[in-house]
């Protein structure tokens, strides 16, 4: 029982160290690098051996111990139920509020507070997931493989790698390239790995690469993806790693659906991204990590959006005078900065 525990909390059990403590962002010790996140996890995985919650909940909350054990048992069924599990403070505060809707508000409030987990008025809404019919100027869409977080380049740029083996791919592989991967699979074969990487480099000169993922060689195409519609800080500009940051926790790992538009002058892939059924565009806008770029995209809910985290002054909207990353490129450009 306790290696099928494992294998549905496991991946982000990790204890809290003496280090964590240095950066506590709640009464749990929760430090900044796991935000809670794994903390809960954690406990919940104690609960399914001992049935006990942790110690120290009670100053929190408002209910008998007794409640909060039945709480726990609510929130070990929606765990194992959440596919993917929570990775993220936002993912594992929306299990929690979602789970406990029924009960009380300070209770709900006390757990997110004793895992440094965001509070209900701090999580933003979103819609309803992954449009039912595509728009008429989506030209195709792609499954990505699981993206790496060092891909992001910005918050509105991102590097994923489709499978050459999807059928809309494969018809379109260079044979130098399909010739160049079966040679450095037998190179590696004869562990000629000088050899096998002389070819790897010529797959990726072709804008392809070899992935390993779950101990499986996988041959896939490289594209550039340009946020369609929004417009982040650069990376030098003031809040541009947070919105970096955002995207990055967004994607990463993850596996995305995204509708292809068309290119932009730089050869970037301009898509809309979808994670998970999350918009990805949505939670930039309403989360202040972007700005709606009215000169490339019209849509009514991008400009609706963005008032809305004005108006809250989120992310980027609580700095004094936000500047538009198009003027500051265009000054960078003029050299008045």
Known sequence: MGNVLRSLFGHCCKPTTTDDHSQSLGPHGISAANV????????????????????GLSKHVISSRKAQAK??????????????PPRTAEEAARLIIQTLSSHQKPDIEGLLAFYGLPLPETLVELSAGVPASLPEEVKFEMQTLPVDAKAV?????????????????????????NIAAVKRSKAREKKKYAKADELHNRIIDAGYRVLNIQNQEILARKYRIRLRGIDAPEGEMPY??????????????????ILVYGEDRYGRTVGDIYC?????????????????????????????????ARAKRMGLWALRNPEEPWDWRKKQREGRL
């Open 153 to 177: 380049a910005d918050g509105d740029t991102v590097t994923v790698y489709v499978s050459a083996a999807d059928p809309r791919e494969s018809l379109c592989i260079p044979p130098e390239v």
């Open 240 to 257: 541009g790693n947070e919105a970096k940051e955002e995207l990055a926790k967004l994607v990463q790992g993850k596996c995305l659906r």
């Open 71 to 84: 709480w726990y048992g609510k929130l070990v069924e929606a765990w194992k139920e959440a596919k993917p």
């Open 36 to 55: 809670g996140v794994s903390a809960l996890a954690q406990d919940l995985f104690q609960f399914q051996i001992t049935s006990q919650v942790p110690e």
């Open 276 to 308: 998970n059924g999350i918009f990805v565009q949505e939670v930039m806008l309403k989360k202040g990590c972007a700005w709606h770029y009215i000169a490339y995209d019209k849509r009514i809910e991008f400009a609706r959006w963005q008032k809305e």
